[in-house]
């Protein structure tokens, strides 16, 4: 009796790996990439916002030690490429992130909050974050240190 062999031949194969290769040609033009864009611009500005919201408490939670407080301070030109935070009395930096290349941030780039947890006189007060088309305004309210994001 003759046994039967169940295989896949190299002609078949090839064949099938030409198939994908051609599909996938034709799917990555139609990838949406500015989507990718778009979450990133949200990511940054909910990143900005939560640091922002630290130095506050920072500068809230450590006012018996610290009289001067605590600022978020962007750093290069604008489009800002990263931020710290620095602690105003012992000039030293807590933390540092960067801003990824394919976000614009821009506006204000110094946010120094009191050990009241309000801002103090010469920060700023706004800052936007855009990328793919979505756009994010953060606004500090000076006499309160209240922190808000809005998506225009």
Wanted: charged residues 20%; hydrophobic residues 40%.
């Amino acid at each position: 009796m003759a046994r039967q062999k169940s295989a896949f031949t190299i002609v078949e194969l090839i064949l099938i790996v030409l198939i994908v290769g051609i599909l996938t040609l034709v799917a990555v033009p139609r990838l949406n990439l500015a989507v990718i864009s778009k979450h990133k611009a949200e990511a940054t500005a909910k990143k900005i916002v939560t640091d922002l919201r630290r130095t506050r408490r920072l500068a809230i939670s450590d006012a018996a030690n610290n009289t001067t407080g605590f600022a978020l301070k962007m750093t290069s030109s604008v489009p800002y490429t990263g931020y710290e935070i620095e602690n105003l009395d012992t000039q030293t930096t807590i933390d540092s992130h960067t801003i990824d290349s394919a976000v614009n941030c821009a506006g204000g780039d110094q946010f120094e909050f009191g050990p009241l947890g309000n801002l103090l006189s010469g920060s700023d007060t706004q800052l936007t974050v855009a990328a793919g088309g979505k756009t994010f305004t953060i606004t500090i309210t000076s006499a309160t240190g209240m922190i808000k994001c809005m998506e225009n």
